[in-house]
């Protein structure tokens, strides 16, 4: 939830210094690279909605003695699995969600 109110904060004010802090007399260059950061914070913003709706989107449903974690992940598909997704969630990108990158 910190992630998308930073990121919607960030969109906000570049958006605002954009149209109100008087870009109009920077170079062409200097307003095309000004553009980058709004732009960044759409898409910062989007990535961190689609986050935010998978990790609430979670539950579990047991099956007769089975029990599933079940979300909807970031591309819309409703997918299950027998172990805690949170774990590979939360993790850096290695795989054993220590979060250590080792």
Known sequence: MGRLIFALLWTAMS???????GVAEL?????AVFMIFP????????ISWLHLRRRRSLRMETI?????YVWIDL???ERREMKDPRED?????DG???GGGD
């Open 15 to 21: 958006l605002s210094l954009l149209l109100f802090g």
């Open 27 to 31: 170079a062409p260059l200097e307003r």
């Open 39 to 46: 732009i960044s914070g759409v898409v910062f913003t989007w």
């Open 64 to 68: 007769g003695a089975v029990t599933f």
């Open 75 to 77: 591309d819309g598909t």
């Open 89 to 93: 969630w939360d993790s850096d990108g």
């Open 96 to 98: 054993d969600g220590d």
